[in-house]
């Protein structure tokens, strides 16, 4: 039996299943998928890190405006990418977009994997504006720093996982 994502993601929903784990746990208890296939979809976790270390950072996140967020990203921006004026303001506007976007997202109170789902696709959203207006080195300067931070929020994931157990 194949899953889709789709499949997947109404599943978690029908059974009120709030992280992935919490997924992966109920597909292997119910038969649905075999050990290995649980294996490398814990693999896949990972992808998820970013937004559960996005998700235990909402109570920092509640206490700041989407203005107040969308000014500091973009003053980092602007310096780490040496934008110009006119770049920098476009990217203001795509900032202000996105972060009240996420905290319309924060604020609803869907099941987390389906939020999660959401601030992936609003982040590639974001991500294919950002290239329409950035120059090729800035875009490619802006994807190492994103991923650069995805690196550190996964290392802090698995240290508080590894200082859990």
């Excluded at 649905?32 to 970013?50: D, E, G």
């Excluded at 789902?117 to 720093?145: C, H, V, W």
């Excluded at 690196?151 to 200082?163: H, I, V, Y």
Aim: proline share 2%.
């Amino acid at each position: 039996m194949g899953l889709t994502t789709q499949a997947l993601h109404a599943l978690a929903y029908r059974q009120g299943l709030d992280t992935t784990l919490q997924l992966l746990q109920y597909l292997k208890e119910s038969g649905l998928i075999m050990k290995t296939v649980v294996n490398v979809a814990i693999s896949c976790v990972f992808f998820f890190c970013v937004a559960t270390v996005w998700a235990q950072n909402l109570d920092e996140l509640k206490n700041t405006t989407p203005e107040e967020r969308a000014a500091v990203l973009t003053q980092k921006m602007t310096k780490s990418l040496s934008l110009d004026e006119k770049t920098s303001t476009e990217v203001s506007v795509i900032n202000l977009k996105y972060a009240k976007e996420t905290q319309t997202l924060m604020e609803s109170n869907g099941p987390q994997l389906q939020k999660l789902m959401t601030f992936r696709k609003n982040s590639e959203a974001k991500d294919a504006e950002l290239k329409a207006i950035l120059t090729p080195e800035q875009y490619s300067e802006y994807l190492e720093g994103k991923s650069a931070m995805e690196a550190r929020g996964k290392e802090s994931l698995l240290e508080k996982f590894q200082n859990a157990h």
